[in-house]
């Protein structure tokens, strides 16, 4: 079951005015779907391409799949929004755990609603199994790994993941414009220059252009044409004609994908991908 009321609305109009624009001598650098691929991304960072002043953002699914979610969310948590270096919008899987809490809390108030009619003590659930959030992925297996074992630890991730946008606007310095969205936008630019989704929050991160023989389909959506759309959620090398490739981004006209499928190994042609929206070089992740 999906549930909504846990998205952020940029305001009541559900429009989004402000666009994030880097300096002269700055670049912006988009990172694809890390996937708990710490290290990767990691090494990735310390490339001398990025420069101290550029911008990073990711483009959401830090969690899950991969070796090391914890240690991604904590490096998130640590730098993402702090001295407007790195910044992040919500992929699809930061958005599961956020509805899978959600849907826990709201029983267990439930719960104790019936506790306190009964003339009972209320529970304090945020003692209760990490287990017990009965995650959709593998969200727990990996809480309880870094011994995080009680719902209460996992409070201060589910909290920060809230605070992410579903899309960001960016402009480098030569004026191009773009929308960052983890899986799919499409969307209205009005008149005093904000701009509106036309799709559902649940299409913006989870909407595929891959259909069930990963071969690409047209789009049931069109991307804007006065901002291009960069996103990830499908990974490159599961798309039937970049098959046995290593992942590059993927073009399209008006979108660019850029999830390198980096959790499932080079072996399998994933990496992760980092582009730089100024001048669109490519950097790789070189780990397996
Ligand atoms: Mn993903």
Redo the contacts with the bound molecule.
């Keep these: 079951m999906y549930q909504h009321n846990t998205f952020i609305k940029q305001n009541p109009d559900n429009t989004t005015k402000s666009i994030l624009k880097c300096e002269e001598n700055q670049k912006i650098w988009v990172i694809g ?1 890390v ?1 708990g691929c710490y290290q990767q991304f990691i090494g990735l960072m310390k490339s001398p391409l990025i420069s101290e002043d550029d911008m990073v953002i990711l483009i959401g ?1 830090i969690i899950d799949r991969g070796p090391d979610s914890v240690k991604m969310l904590d490096w998130a948590m640590e730098n993402v929004n702090k001295g407007g270096k790195y910044y992040m919008i919500r ?3 930061e958005q599961n755990i956020i509805d899978d809490y959600t849907t826990f809390v709201d029983k267990q108030a439930r719960k104790n609603n019936y506790r306190i009619q009964a003339g009972e003590q209320p529970v304090d659930y945020h003692e209760f199994s990490i287990y017990d959030l009965r995650c959709q992925y593998d969200f727990c297996e990996y809480m309880e790994r870094a011994k995080l074992l009680k719902v209460g630890q996992a409070l201060k991730y589910i909290e920060w993941m809230k605070t992410l946008p579903l899309y960001l606007r960016v402009q480098v310095p030569d004026g191009k414009k773009f929308i960052l969205a983890h899986a799919w936008f499409e969307g209205k630019l009005l008149d005093d220059g904000a701009v509106r989704p036309t799709i559902s929050d649940e299409d913006i991160l989870w909407y595929r252009d891959i259909d069930c023989f990963d071969n690409l389909c047209k789009f049931d959506y069109k991307p804007m044409e006065d901002e291009m759309l960069i996103h ?2 499908t990974p490159i090398p599961a798309i039937k004609e970049r098959m046995g490739k290593l992942a590059e981004p993927y073009y399209r006209e008006h979108s660019i994908n850029i ?1 390198g499928g980096c959790f499932i190994g080079r072996e399998y042609c994933g990496r992760l991908i980092a582009l730089c929206l100024n001048n669109f070089q490519c950097l790789y992740s070189s780990l397996n």
Excluded: A, K, L
């Design positions: 779907d996937h699914d992929g699809n899987h990830g959620h999830d």
